[in-house]
């Protein structure tokens, strides 16, 4: 396991901006040939969906992955098995909703997690006040707690969450689910500026961020960009390992400047 946040400031610190992809686990038989790829192609760390029958944060493209996911015979401890034999050089943090985490128990889905070598989770569902329990199982297990805040957030609440973040504090560039968008939301840039001035955690902005022009845009004021939808849409009309690794190698090139 890679721990999550050392990495992040390490890479954020030296002067990179910040690359994490998302791809859903168990969406094709090579998805882990896909990790890799997105990985060698420059990835600062990697996000994985477990797929959920009811992704109430999500949008067409990433239901889409999860429904193919399922229908493949895709379990969380599949996923998590699969995960525990990849060998890459950066962290991996899972995405899935808190009915598996309950389901499961807190404590036995952290150690899981942990046991995978995953090194961070994001639970977009369990809502603040209820998520002490999981923050305490994860850091004991040493998985990172992944909070996400809101551009409606008010300012109590963005310290609280900046706070109790583990890894990064991830900010939601807009209002509604999960998307591929023709432009960056102003919010994201607002949201952005407004967590930097509370916390020196890395700040990871996501929802739409679609093109390299959106993510170097965004990150005039995050230190880095989550990306989905996008790359999904790739993977989704069969563009395999090799579409998805130039996919997100012009992201980095864009975010270095090239």
């Known amino acids: 396991m890679i721990a999550l946040e050392p990495h992040l400031r390490e890479r954020r610190d030296g002067g990179a901006k910040l690359l994490v992809p998302y791809v859903t686990g168990g969406l094709t038989e090579d998805w882990v040939d896909i990790l890799h790829a997105v990985v060698a192609a420059g990835a600062d760390a990697v996000e994985v969906g477990i797929p959920f029958s009811d992704p109430v944060m999500d949008g067409p493209t990433i239901q889409e992955a999860s429904v193919r996911a399922l229908g493949r015979g895709t379990t969380p401890g599949s996923i ?22 309950f389901r499961m128990g807190d404590l036995r889905f952290a150690r899981s997690l942990a046991a995978a070598g995953v090194s961070g989770a994001i639970l977009p569902d369990l809502p603040l006040e209820e998520s002490a329990d999981w923050e305490r199982e994860s850091a004991a297990a040493g998985v990172a707690s992944v909070l996400l805040a809101a551009p409606v957030t008010p300012d109590d609440r963005l310290a609280c969450i900046a706070e109790r ?20 939301a102003a919010s994201a840039g607002v949201l952005a500026k407004r967590l930097k001035a509370t916390t020196d955690k890395p700040v990871l902005i996501g929802f739409g961020i679609s093109t390299p022009e959106q993510a170097v845009e965004v990150c005039h004021e995050a230190d880095g960009v989550i990306v989905a939808s996008a ?22 090139r864009a975010l270095d400047g090239g």
Request: charged residues 20%; glycine residues 10%.
């Open 80 to 101: 998590l098995a699969e995960l525990a034999r990849c060998q890459v050089d950066v962290p991996v943090v899972v995405m899935t909703y808190y009915n598996l985490a």
């Open 165 to 184: 973040a583990r890894g990064f504090v991830y900010g939601v560039s807009r209002m509604g689910v999960t998307g591929e968008r023709t432009s960056v």
């Open 231 to 252: 790359l999904l849409r790739a993977v989704l009309d069969g563009e395999g390992p090799e579409g998805a690794a130039a996919f997100v190698a012009r992201l980095r």
